[in-house]
């Protein structure tokens, strides 16, 4: 059976001498695995709709639950992030936590539009770094299931408290912390708590316009961070390699 579909290919491994899986989030059938026969040959012709991070039109070809690509369609190659290593690995960073969200055989349409609007943003718009990583981390949470308790302090309700629970998922005061609870805290001023509610609650089209001094914006960075990776309970190589890239040794 053949099926039609537009995809973005989240990761690409080598199979067989010159064939190459590759793992597509796709808009009707969720996450996809699916060989690719030559691509790994020189002058492949599906070399450049099947790269990581190209948006294409794929027509696959299933058979006894597994899937082969027929042919392939360029869409979007977001070529400017391409060009600039830095956005490249933030880029392929969301793509590795948007397969670990994923699931197969189930269509999700908000994740496959959070991961293209963020590459485009990386791609084409004049925005922090940071504001587009906090985006994708935070809205990722919240579609695999974790979204935070933004409301007000758990305990008495006070609307602006100091901390945010990265290991509970939600806001705490001072004053009403146990001193003998566990958990890692970090500190959260009213500015970023508003930008954290905006980016859970917003459009889906709407989840850049809000603004930070870029101090509190590297600060919502850092939080956002943290609590994806305490919520999958995972770190990320990807992520990993993003920041390495900020290092300078002595």
Known sequence: MYVTTQGLVLRVCPYNDSD???????????RVLAKVRGLRRKN???????????LAEFTLFEY????TVNEAHSVELFTPLRRDLQK???????AQAAEIIAQEDMPNPE??????NSLYALSQMDMPEEKIKAVVELRLACLAGYTPDLYGCHSCGEPTPECFDISEGRLECARCRSGI???IR??????????????CACHPKKLFSFDLPIESMQQLSSITEAYLCAQLERGFSTLDFYKSLFYQPL
């Open 111 to 116: 994740l496959l539009s959070l991961i293209l």
């Open 181 to 183: 609870s566990g958990g």
């Open 64 to 67: 006894k639950d597994s899937y």
């Open 20 to 30: 190459a899986m590759l793992t597509i989030l796709t808009a009707k059938l969720g």
């Open 44 to 54: 492949s012709p599906m070399s450049a709709p099947c790269q990581l991070l190209a």
């Open 88 to 94: 490249l690995s933030l880029g392929t960073y969301f």
């Open 186 to 199: 970090m500190p959260v001023s009213a500015g970023i708590l508003d930008a954290m509610r905006y980016i």
